[in-house]
């Protein structure tokens, strides 16, 4: 039987930068919005903010609490988690990583992982875990944040020390964003985020780019 303290240093290991799903290829548009100037270094904590509230932050928690719920159809919320999607390249991201996530965990536990989007691949994962929901949402939320704040600091003049802080200054709200998704529904999988949408799709006419969407 997992401890709770075994559980954490397993969640960890999962949401490690190490783990090898590919997130560092992808920014979620935020490569097309720095560079058309729309996002700088004074407004990067906005934009994450409304990332977490009404764009991928939030609908990426909703599945992953779905999934990791008794009973979960992981298929469905397979097909529910492509639907949210609004460019090819954010439904390119979530798959891809969603696919290396289930062959990874295939591997480490010699059982069969479908391939699936990654909040759904991670819930799917984390479902038997003795830990709150709560603080496996938050985790996930934490580890999308940093990879988004990652992306900036080598994309803007943004310094790692910089980046670490707006990620400290994220986590009361990753924290009551986590608590909320845990009682949410699929009517609760909603988003409003046009500026990122609309940049993610203009990244995909880029001409030269660092990451993948």
Known sequence: ??????????????????????????????????DAAWLTRATLPQWLADWLDHGAGWSDAVLLS???QPGADHADLD???????MSSQRLAETTEQG????ANMAALTGSPQP???????MG??????PLPPAEIIA??????AAALISAAVRFLPLGPVEGQRMLAALQPAILER???????????????????DIAAMAHETMTTRIFRS
């Open 124 to 129: 799917r994962a984390c479902a038997a875990l």
């Open 139 to 144: 985790a996930f939320l934490q580890a999308q």
């Open 115 to 121: 391939p699936v989007a990654l909040p759904v691949a």
């Open 178 to 196: 986590a608590a909320r998704a845990v009682t949410a529904t699929p009517d609760d999988l909603t988003s409003a985020t046009w500026g990122a």
């Open 99 to 102: 696919a290396a996530f289930a």
């Open 66 to 68: 779905l999934a990791m």
């Open 79 to 85: 097909d529910l988690a492509r639907a949210a999607c």
């Open 1 to 34: 039987m997992t401890t709770p303290e075994a559980a954490r240093l397993q969640l960890s290991q999962l949401l490690s930068p190490a783990f090898p799903v590919g997130g560092f290829a992808w920014s979620q548009g935020l490569e097309y919005a720095m």
